[in-house]
């Protein structure tokens, strides 16, 4: 049994016992109560490194970057580099987008296809449960390849990868994130998931894997393939992939909605811990290089090419002469409350469900099984409201609004056809179109309610499962419906008014909905704006997203930082906890700190850094006889200068092997570990010298200073390691990104209390 001790003060301090560390008597002089880790999900995980964007400068950076600043030539050749890398993986970006979007539309259509003729000669003969066979073995077996992806190939590619990005621009090295293997899973499943009828969108994907294009192309070499292009080599740094990866991430958002400007505005607000002006014009690049290609393609597919009205992978149409006027506004902040509420209910539900899936199914077997199980119940329940519904129609206006050959007619006249079907029966981008444009009367409140409750309690159940699926589309989705049901109300109330229209309530539910799940807002209002095609629908679409975001955080958080919460990451805020002023950087720090001499011999430097207990990523080094800080090494070069025998004693008059800066090049992201360094070099009275190697000046703060202070400097920096030391210039400790990841502001009976969290070893 794994325990932590809580302080019983206004500040709870909490660590567990497995944890090699320091603790002076005093903490725990008062009364102090055992908690049960295990049943707690307030963890931080150890499994989870930092990021190095902070850059070493040694006498091997100091030396290459005078040789390169000093050369226009080098200068102007990295600088187009940058622009022709972010071009590259807008296309390629879109190119990946293009291949999701037709596959998803062939493998929906060949599905839908063959149930229809099915269900049409069922209905005729009496009987329906051949079609629901057919419908069922067509979505589970969907479904389970693209579970199997997941579960047996690669974990990380399930779900929206939103998180684990958002993660990756925080600082965070989530393992596997932005591997090609990824992107491959991510890629191919979320065509099956999608086709398969579960309650997912593939916008979410895109986002995912536009970074891992970004990761990949801006290194010019592949680790999971052993080769390299030798291109790009000085991109082969954290804070250089950092750039690419949010030009990545806002590709895929171009690619998904057809929004540029929403793009960088989601780099921006949702992960990027840093940002500059040139930064921004090539992410901007990046985006409308990703949409113009996606257009291109779609044009040529569709057999119109050039034709550039394809914008994204979701095509909500324009919306036109749908005016609003001022005394709409507070209905549009009410259905913001609405989304919030419903936002947070979402969260909450799902949060359980989730929490439920990390107790109890971790085989990946379990997690194929359960895919199956619940795309079975969708293709069940939709199969239900189609069943159920006797509303007909023979107005094909609300086929041509979802880009649909035919409705199902089901037990509807000859000529007529079930409009549930057109909710139902085809994919959820064509639901929330057919929401959007659909004519006055074409769905009444019931089927709009029964659809509504049941999507959303699917969505609440798929969100999490072991495939790859987005959260947008059926956000929009379940929003669309009641919004649509908001409008119908009032039309009911108010008669046929020119701005009762019930198209554009179901726009602004639908952004109250997904609002209310994700807690966005600027860039969530951009890329509706662009989506729809529309620009003055930007007040109301704010005040709907703001309204939801402030009723939702008052019950829970987004759906993404809840995730981020639930896999135990150090995600650092954009400030410090409340309360932060009262902590001190000596009870902040990790102590005591395992240091350095500016001269090593290989056996100490090996017996160190295969010591669990000093398994660290960062090493202060000192001066032997005063003891004062002299610079900080990196694990990762520490043992890279073992594996390249860089020893003083291999000199040859008077010239010892020297590290050059490409050696590390070479060997990111994945450095040497312990295991590669050869066991006969011990024992032999190696020595090296560290000094030409290490950061001669860290960034460091006195043990008296507070951890808002800390904070701030280690977020604006992009930090790894922060170096606590005394009044002697003397290291008395180090702070990690986990140290201060696990102080959390919680708010108890109207009051804030500042707690810190947990370490969990996985």
């Not at 040859?652 to 050869?678: C, V, W």
């Not at 030409?692 to 930090?719: C, E, Q």
């Given at each position: 049994m794994t325990y932590t001790i809580r302080r019983t003060s206004e500040i709870f301090i909490a660590f567990p016992r497995d944890l090699t560390r320091r603790i002076s008597s005093s903490w725990l002089s008062s009364d102090v109560q055992l908690v049960d880790v295990n049943k707690s999900v307030d963890l931080i995980s150890t499994r989870y490194e930092s990021l190095d964007y902070d850059v070493a400068e040694n006498e091997l950076y100091t030396k290459d970057a005078d040789e390169r600043d000093s050369s226009v030539w080098f200068t102007m050749k990295v600088s187009c580099a940058r622009w022709f890398v972010m071009f590259c993986i807008g296309v390629i970006t879109a190119l990946i987008a293009f291949a999701i979007d037709t596959g998803v539309a062939a493998l929906s259509n060949l599905k839908f296809s063959v149930v229809a003729s099915l269900m049409d000669s069922a209905v005729d003969g009496g009987g329906v449960y051949q079609p629901l066979l057919v419908w069922v073995s067509f979505g589970a077996g969907l479904v389970l390849v693209a579970s199997v992806l997941v579960a047996f190939m690669e974990p990380v590619a399930a779900g929206s990868g939103i998180p684990q990005i958002k993660c990756f621009?925080?600082?965070?090295?989530?393992?596997?994130?932005?591997?090609?293997?990824?992107?491959?899973?991510?890629a191919v499943g979320v065509m099956f998931s999608v086709s398969g009828g579960l309650a997912v969108g593939k916008e979410g994907p895109m986002i995912h894997s536009g970074a891992v294009v970004a990761a990949g192309l801006s290194q010019g070499a592949s680790k999971s393939f052993n080769c390299d292009f030798r291109i790009f080599e000085y991109f082969r740094q954290d804070h250089e992939k950092r750039d690419f990866v949010s030009g990545g991430a806002a590709a895929g958002v171009a690619a998904a909605f057809g929004s540029p400007v929403g793009g960088v505005l989601f780099s921006l607000e949702e992960g990027a811990s840093f940002w500059n002006q040139s930064l921004t014009w090539r992410v901007l690049f990046s985006a409308m290089v990703s949409g113009f290609t996606l257009n291109f393609a779609l044009s040529w597919y569709h057999g119109h090419f050039g034709q550039l009205s394809y914008t994204g992978l979701v095509n909500f149409g324009v919306f036109v002469g749908q005016p609003y006027n001022w005394y709409e506004l507070p209905i549009f902040c009410?259905?913001?409350?609405?989304?919030?509420?419903a936002g947070a209910l979402f969260n909450a539900i799902n949060y359980r469900i989730t929490i439920y899936r990390l107790k109890y199914i971790h085989r990946p077997i379990v997690k194929v099984m359960e895919a199956m199980v619940v795309a079975a119940v969708s293709c069940c329940m939709s199969f239900m409201l189609i069943y159920s519904s006797n509303l007909c129609s023979a107005d094909e206006s609300i086929l041509e609004a979802e880009d649909a050959n035919s409705g199902l007619q089901m037990f509807c006249n000859d000529g007529e056809f079930n409009v549930m079907s057109t909710l139902a029966f085809v994919t959820p981008e064509t639901a929330v179109k057919c929401l959007f444009h659909s004519p006055e009367g074409s769905f009444n409140i019931g089927n709009l309610v029964a659809f509504a409750v049941i999507y959303y309690l699917l969505a609440c159940w798929t969100y999490g499962l072991s495939v790859p699926s987005g959260l947008f589309i059926p956000s929009l989705l379940i929003g669309a419906a009641w919004g649509r049901c908001v409008g119908i109300l009032l039309g009911d109330l108010w008669g046929v008014e020119v701005w009762v229209d019930s198209g554009k309530y179901a726009l602004i539910g639908a952004a109250a909905n997904l609002g209310g799940v994700v807690r966005m807002t600027i860039s969530l209002t951009v890329i509706l704006m662009e989506a729809t095609g529309n620009v003055t629908f930007g007040l109301p679409l704010m005040l709907v997203l703001m309204t939801a975001k402030f009723v939702g955080d008052l019950f829970n958080e987004g759906i993404y930082d809840m995730h981020i919460h639930l896999m135990s990451v150090p995600l650092l805020a954009w400030e410090a906890p409340l309360l932060a002023h009262q902590v001190k950087a000596d009870r902040v720090m990790s102590a005591p700190?395992?240091?350095?001499l500016p001269v090593e011999t290989v056996d100490n430097l090996f017996t160190i850094l295969s010591?669990?207990?000093?398994?660290?990523?960062?090493?202060?080094?000192?001066d032997e006889t005063s003891g004062h800080l002299t610079g900080l090494i990196l694990r990762d070069h520490l043992l890279t200068l073992m594996q390249r025998s860089i020893f003083r004693e291999y000199a040859d008059h008077g010239n010892r092997p020297q590290l050059k800066l490409r050696h590390l090049r070479d060997a990111y992201p994945r450095f040497p570990t312990i295991s590669d360094i050869p066991t006969t070099i011990l024992n032999q009275g190696f020595t090296i010298d560290l000094t030409p190697y290490m950061n001669p000046a860290p960034y460091l703060v006195s043990d008296k200073s507070s951890l808002s202070k800390i904070f701030t400097l280690f977020r604006a920096l992009g930090l790894r390691h922060l170096v606590v030391v005394n009044y002697k210039n003397q290291v008395v400790g180090i702070v990690t990104r986990k140290d201060l990841a696990r102080f959390k502001s919680r708010k108890k009976n109207s009051t804030t209390l500042l707690t810190e969290l947990s370490y969990v070893r996985n």
């Amino acid at each position: 049994m794994t325990y932590t001790i809580r302080r019983t003060s206004e500040i709870f301090i909490a660590f567990p016992r497995d944890l090699t560390r320091r603790i002076s008597s005093s903490w725990l002089s008062s009364d102090v109560q055992l908690v049960d880790v295990n049943k707690s999900v307030d963890l931080i995980s150890t499994r989870y490194e930092s990021l190095d964007y902070d850059v070493a400068e040694n006498e091997l950076y100091t030396k290459d970057a005078d040789e390169r600043d000093s050369s226009v030539w080098f200068t102007m050749k990295v600088s187009c580099a940058r622009w022709f890398v972010m071009f590259c993986i807008g296309v390629i970006t879109a190119l990946i987008a293009f291949a999701i979007d037709t596959g998803v539309a062939a493998l929906s259509n060949l599905k839908f296809s063959v149930v229809a003729s099915l269900m049409d000669s069922a209905v005729d003969g009496g009987g329906v449960y051949q079609p629901l066979l057919v419908w069922v073995s067509f979505g589970a077996g969907l479904v389970l390849v693209a579970s199997v992806l997941v579960a047996f190939m690669e974990p990380v590619a399930a779900g929206s990868g939103i998180p684990q990005i958002k993660c990756f621009l925080n600082g965070v090295k989530v393992p596997r994130v932005v591997r090609i293997q990824t992107l491959f899973c991510k890629a191919v499943g979320v065509m099956f998931s999608v086709s398969g009828g579960l309650a997912v969108g593939k916008e979410g994907p895109m986002i995912h894997s536009g970074a891992v294009v970004a990761a990949g192309l801006s290194q010019g070499a592949s680790k999971s393939f052993n080769c390299d292009f030798r291109i790009f080599e000085y991109f082969r740094q954290d804070h250089e992939k950092r750039d690419f990866v949010s030009g990545g991430a806002a590709a895929g958002v171009a690619a998904a909605f057809g929004s540029p400007v929403g793009g960088v505005l989601f780099s921006l607000e949702e992960g990027a811990s840093f940002w500059n002006q040139s930064l921004t014009w090539r992410v901007l690049f990046s985006a409308m290089v990703s949409g113009f290609t996606l257009n291109f393609a779609l044009s040529w597919y569709h057999g119109h090419f050039g034709q550039l009205s394809y914008t994204g992978l979701v095509n909500f149409g324009v919306f036109v002469g749908q005016p609003y006027n001022w005394y709409e506004l507070p209905i549009f902040c009410v259905m913001g409350a609405f989304g919030g509420l419903a936002g947070a209910l979402f969260n909450a539900i799902n949060y359980r469900i989730t929490i439920y899936r990390l107790k109890y199914i971790h085989r990946p077997i379990v997690k194929v099984m359960e895919a199956m199980v619940v795309a079975a119940v969708s293709c069940c329940m939709s199969f239900m409201l189609i069943y159920s519904s006797n509303l007909c129609s023979a107005d094909e206006s609300i086929l041509e609004a979802e880009d649909a050959n035919s409705g199902l007619q089901m037990f509807c006249n000859d000529g007529e056809f079930n409009v549930m079907s057109t909710l139902a029966f085809v994919t959820p981008e064509t639901a929330v179109k057919c929401l959007f444009h659909s004519p006055e009367g074409s769905f009444n409140i019931g089927n709009l309610v029964a659809f509504a409750v049941i999507y959303y309690l699917l969505a609440c159940w798929t969100y999490g499962l072991s495939v790859p699926s987005g959260l947008f589309i059926p956000s929009l989705l379940i929003g669309a419906a009641w919004g649509r049901c908001v409008g119908i109300l009032l039309g009911d109330l108010w008669g046929v008014e020119v701005w009762v229209d019930s198209g554009k309530y179901a726009l602004i539910g639908a952004a109250a909905n997904l609002g209310g799940v994700v807690r966005m807002t600027i860039s969530l209002t951009v890329i509706l704006m662009e989506a729809t095609g529309n620009v003055t629908f930007g007040l109301p679409l704010m005040l709907v997203l703001m309204t939801a975001k402030f009723v939702g955080d008052l019950f829970n958080e987004g759906i993404y930082d809840m995730h981020i919460h639930l896999m135990s990451v150090p995600l650092l805020a954009w400030e410090a906890p409340l309360l932060a002023h009262q902590v001190k950087a000596d009870r902040v720090m990790s102590a005591p700190v395992q240091t350095l001499l500016p001269v090593e011999t290989v056996d100490n430097l090996f017996t160190i850094l295969s010591d669990p207990k000093s398994c660290h990523n960062g090493y202060p080094i000192i001066d032997e006889t005063s003891g004062h800080l002299t610079g900080l090494i990196l694990r990762d070069h520490l043992l890279t200068l073992m594996q390249r025998s860089i020893f003083r004693e291999y000199a040859d008059h008077g010239n010892r092997p020297q590290l050059k800066l490409r050696h590390l090049r070479d060997a990111y992201p994945r450095f040497p570990t312990i295991s590669d360094i050869p066991t006969t070099i011990l024992n032999q009275g190696f020595t090296i010298d560290l000094t030409p190697y290490m950061n001669p000046a860290p960034y460091l703060v006195s043990d008296k200073s507070s951890l808002s202070k800390i904070f701030t400097l280690f977020r604006a920096l992009g930090l790894r390691h922060l170096v606590v030391v005394n009044y002697k210039n003397q290291v008395v400790g180090i702070v990690t990104r986990k140290d201060l990841a696990r102080f959390k502001s919680r708010k108890k009976n109207s009051t804030t209390l500042l707690t810190e969290l947990s370490y969990v070893r996985n």
